[in-house]
């Protein structure tokens, strides 16, 4: 068995001894010398499970998104931008979730746990937003029945992205310990 280094907690290098013993003297070691891994923790956010979340985060924006398309494609209203926006927001959180995941790079990690923690509390002020929406919301009696289907569908994907980026808060938080 090589001996081992943890640096931070995160990282753990395997420095094989018989490759330092093959080196001539004065060679310099190189990156293929020494393997290096990351520990439990971080592994674990990065074994596919922020991946398939991510992956969901983007499925719901873009579902969200048709949605509200649908919804308010006539009325022009500062509701209606703002759930557009925060589709947008789901789907950006989403993919950098997904780059998280790809890269061993903690800034990337940060930057996904902000966003996803972001992405949280506007899925629960939007959830409140369609709520006030739906309630006061006077329709034509044809397209009644219509608009409050896809209302309820917005706010099905509102519980779920509130869900989803919970998850992905938690798996996220176990990289930074």
């Known amino acids: ?29 190189t990156s293929e010398t020494f393997s290096s891994t990351f520990s439990d923790s971080y592994e674990l956010s990065l074994n596919g499970q922020l991946k398939a979340l991510g992956a969901v985060q983007i499925l719901i924006g873009i579902v969200h998104l048709a949605c509200c398309i649908l919804l308010y494609q006539h009325a022009h ?7 557009t926006l925060l589709s947008i927001v789901f ?15 903690m800034c990337f990690m940060t930057l996904s746990f902000l966003l996803n923690v972001m992405s949280s509390l506007w899925a629960a002020v939007a959830f409140c937003l ?26 099905i994907f509102n519980v779920l992205e509130l869900v989803v980026s919970g998850l992905t808060l938690h798996f996220e938080s176990k990289a930074f310990r």
């Open 1 to 29: 068995m090589a001996p081992t280094y943890t640096a931070d907690d995160r990282t753990i290098i395997t420095i094989p001894l018989g490759k330092l013993k093959d080196l001539q003297r004065g060679e310099k070691y």
């Open 77 to 83: 209203t500062i509701g209606s931008v703002m759930l």
């Open 91 to 105: 789907i950006i959180s989403g993919l950098l979730t997904v780059a998280a995941a790809s890269t061993p790079d």
């Open 130 to 155: 369609i709520i006030t929406f739906a309630a006061n919301s006077s329709n034509p009696p044809p397209l009644e029945k219509t608009i409050k289907g896809i209302e309820a569908l917005i706010i």
